[in-house]
């Protein structure tokens, strides 16, 4: 089986962009509800965004809503994660992860556990 490798982290100013890309490897990624997380150092992995494999405009946490996108290129097999306006609170490390569950997705789209496959994630850092 294949596996999920997200890229694009790095260190960021305040207030600029970084855009993070999961691509997949051995999976057809328009097959599955598509999910982005984020855990910073000594708190638990929380939901930033995610989108079904039907498309859309994507759901996505609060505290994220009007800065960051999450975006399909399915002839790409891949999905993005544009981040803009940053925060220092927004450091963490990023991860992509795909559901294979064919229903469920609007009760349980926020959970950890709903998914099936994670990437190895990648680390974002915005500095004051």
């Known amino acids: 089986q294949g596996q999920l490798v997200e890229s694009g982290g790095g260190l960021v100013q305040a207030g600029g962009s970084l855009r993070l890309s999961c691509a997949a490897s051995?999976?057809?990624?328009?097959?599955?509800?598509m999910g982005w997380f984020r855990q910073a150092p000594g708190k638990e992995r929380e939901f930033v965004a995610a989108?079904?494999?039907?498309?859309?405009?994507?759901d996505y946490a609060d505290f994220v809503k009007g800065r960051f996108t999450i975006s399909r290129d399915n002839a790409r097999n891949t999905v993005a994660l544009q981040m803009n306006s940053l925060k220092p609170e927004d450091t963490a490390v990023y991860y992509c992860?795909?559901?294979?569950?064919?229903?469920?997705?609007?009760?349980?789209?926020?959970?950890?556990?709903?998914?099936?496959?994670w990437g190895q994630g990648t680390q974002v850092t915005v500095s004051s």
């Open positions: 992860a795909a559901a294979s569950a064919m229903g469920g997705y609007r009760m349980y789209y926020k959970n950890v556990g709903r998914y099936d496959y």
């Open positions: 051995g999976r057809t990624l328009s097959s599955y509800d």
């Open positions: 989108m079904s494999r039907s498309g859309g405009s994507g």
